[in-house]
């Protein structure tokens, strides 16, 4: 199986640098040229990606959406890619995470801390709920025998899902996508590659 995982096209919270988590905001004109610019770079494996998942936010939704009608692709919503629930940092500008809530910021960018998947935000999620609701919609692509499916949804998922399958982190950009390659026989990822 071969997942193309991508982060949702820009916002306006994106460009102030601020925590959006469950906060629903559109895309913002740059935002929709990501995403128009990613439909033609995914033309060429057209006959390859099968369908496409997404996190039912706006942004990662409208994202889908303008690469589905370019590719005339299925697509389907589901609340388990939506991004995490950063609680009380939400809105927050990531450099102020640090002098708001020293410890957990600390705590969330050491992949070594082995107190890391318990620790969330005061009134969010942790980062291993936010691993075990992702990895319920891996396992049932793999379950249901897909092939090639592209998943639009947030960068801390991405950043959470590489970590735990490969043991570094993954930072996207908006717009960009990171195809990983599952291999059926050992049942892990293999191999993570960013494509643009």
């Not at 399958?165 to 191999?191: P, Y």
């Amino acid at each position: 199986m071969i997942l193309y995982l991508m982060r949702h096209g820009q916002t306006d919270w994106n460009l102030e640098g601020r925590v959006q988590g469950k906060n629903d905001l559109p895309l913002n004109e740059t935002g929709v040229k990501q995403a128009h610019r990613a439909a033609c770079n995914f033309a060429e494996l057209k006959k390859t990606i099968e369908t496409i998942y997404t996190s039912d936010l706006k942004r990662a939704k409208k994202t889908a959406e303008i690469i589905s009608a370019s590719l005339d692709l299925p697509m389907h919503y589901t609340k388990q890619l939506r991004e995490m629930d950063f609680g009380k940092a939400e809105g927050i500008k990531g450099m102020d995470l640090a002098a708001k809530f020293p410890y957990i910021h600390q705590a969330f960018n050491d992949i070594k801390n082995p107190e890391r998947y318990d620790i969330g935000y005061p009134m969010g999620e942790t980062v291993g709920q936010v691993q075990k609701r992702f990895m319920k919609v891996v396992q049932r692509l793999w379950e249901d025998g897909r092939e090639n499916v592209l998943i639009v949804t947030h960068g801390m998922l991405i950043r959470i899902f590489s970590e735990i399958c490969f043991k570094k982190s993954i930072r996207l950009e908006n717009g960009s996508v990171l195809r990983v390659v599952f291999d059926e026989k050992t049942r892990r990822f293999r191999s993570a590659k960013i494509l643009f």
